[in-house]
């Protein structure tokens, strides 16, 4: 396998169905729900799960704690999973993975940007943004 990139793409899957604080899927979202449907529980579909890229490799956090491995170079169709073969690199991804979250979660808890209020008016208008409180 070729040694991943410095650089990693991180994505997130959160699993809205069964949510705590409900949660209506629009009507466009329900087929690919239901498209796991033919899936059994050992296919690992269910539930939040991370991914880090640094490509050639992907890695795959699953809500289970389990993880996956692919190369994308050989494998784009990731039908393979070199987790089992090659722990030490999930460890390093996983590792890197957590940071990255870590980060960005401490971002998104520090006050940041103030729209001007131009921009909130205009948001306000097409219902993105509420009236402020009385």
Same mark, same amino acid.
């Given at each position: 396998?070729?040694?991943? =990139?410095?650089?990693?793409?991180? =994505?997130?899957?959160?699993?809205?169905?069964?949510?705590?604080?409900?949660?209506?899927?629009?009507?466009?979202? /329900? *087929?690919? @729900?239901a498209a796991r449907d033919a899936c059994g529980? %050992?296919? &690992? @579909? !269910?539930?939040?799960?991370?991914? $880090? +890229?640094?490509?050639?490799?992907?890695? +795959?956090?699953?809500?289970?704690?389990?993880?996956?491995?692919?190369?994308?170079?050989?494998?784009?169709?990731? =039908? /393979?999973? %070199?987790?089992?073969? *090659?722990?030490? @690199? +999930? &460890?390093?991804? $996983?590792?890197?993975? #957590?940071?990255?979250?870590?980060?960005?979660?401490?971002?998104? #808890?520090?006050?940041?940007?103030?729209?001007?209020?131009?921009?909130?008016?205009?948001?306000?208008?097409?219902? !993105? @943004?509420?009236?402020?409180?009385?």
């Amino acid at each position: 396998m070729i040694a991943p =990139s410095d650089r990693g793409i991180v =994505s997130e899957f959160a699993e809205l169905e069964g949510r705590e604080e409900p949660f209506r899927l629009p009507k466009e979202l /329900h *087929q690919p @729900v239901a498209a796991r449907d033919a899936c059994g529980p %050992h296919d &690992r @579909v !269910y539930g939040d799960m991370y991914t $880090l +890229v640094r490509f050639p490799l992907k890695l +795959v956090w699953y809500a289970d704690g389990t993880t996956a491995l692919y190369d994308l170079d050989d494998d784009p169709g990731e =039908s /393979h999973d %070199h987790a089992p073969e *090659q722990p030490a @690199v +999930v &460890r390093e991804l $996983l590792e890197a993975l #957590r940071a990255e979250l870590a980060t960005a979660r401490a971002e998104e #808890r520090t006050p940041g940007w103030t729209p001007p209020p131009e921009l909130l008016e205009r948001l306000r208008a097409l219902g !993105y @943004v509420a009236a402020p409180a009385r």
